[in-house]
């Protein structure tokens, strides 16, 4: 009798402890294609993200009171990511944001990138010449209750201008160099602080 007792309660443990890990395994699987949406989902918004720079539609996952820190100013709302293109496209054409990396840390975005354009319109005082540019830049997403509250977008300003520069002194204002008319230059843009600032010696 006691040998059947301990061999009934040796059954009931085993099928515990097989329930237990089959509940364990179903948890597992359940939870690999969870985590794999959640790695997907930062690559898509900063897809989406930069496929709205340089158009003129707002992006609907930018709040309505979202600030967007960049170089060029500061912008706001919605159509701030846009407008921020646009005032890029005043000065560069072929504007295009090439994703290096993506990646989170808490509720922000983390993007690398590097910007690629040509110079066609005035930029910071200096005149167009259709540079080919391509400077790194890093942006960061702040998110809250699925949407975009905040945004930093930065890049090297001072290589955009050497690589002006560089173009310029290789061209020598043959060949290459724009031949239309330049465009000028909206009103808002800064301009070069000191000469030592747009220029870098060679």
Known sequence: MNARR?????????CSLITILLAAIGMTLAFIPTTAAQQAVPQDLAAQYFDAV?????????????VLHTPEG???????????????????SDLDFEMQSVETVDNLV???FTMTGIHTGAYLG??????????PGMAVLRNSDAVITEQWIDYDRQTLIEQIH????????????????????PPSAPTCISATECETAY
């Not at 309660?9 to 085993?14: C, F, T, Y």
């Not at 340089?54 to 979202?66: I, Q, W």
């Not at 293109?85 to 560069?92: D, R």
């Not at 200096?126 to 400077?135: E, F, K, R, T, W």
């Open 166 to 185: 560089a173009f310029s002194r290789y061209d020598a204002g043959e060949g290459t160099a724009c031949t239309s008319a330049p465009p000028t230059a």
């Open 6 to 14: 301990n061999s009934r309660s040796l059954s009931h443990v085993e």
């Open 126 to 135: 200096l005149q167009p010449n259709c540079s080919g540019i391509a400077v």
């Open 54 to 66: 340089p158009g003129s539609a707002s992006l609907e996952l930018v709040s309505p009171n979202a």
């Open 74 to 92: 500061e912008f706001s709302g919605a159509a701030g990511l846009s407008q921020f293109g646009e005032t890029l496209e005043n000065s560069f």
């Open 110 to 112: 983390v993007i690398a």
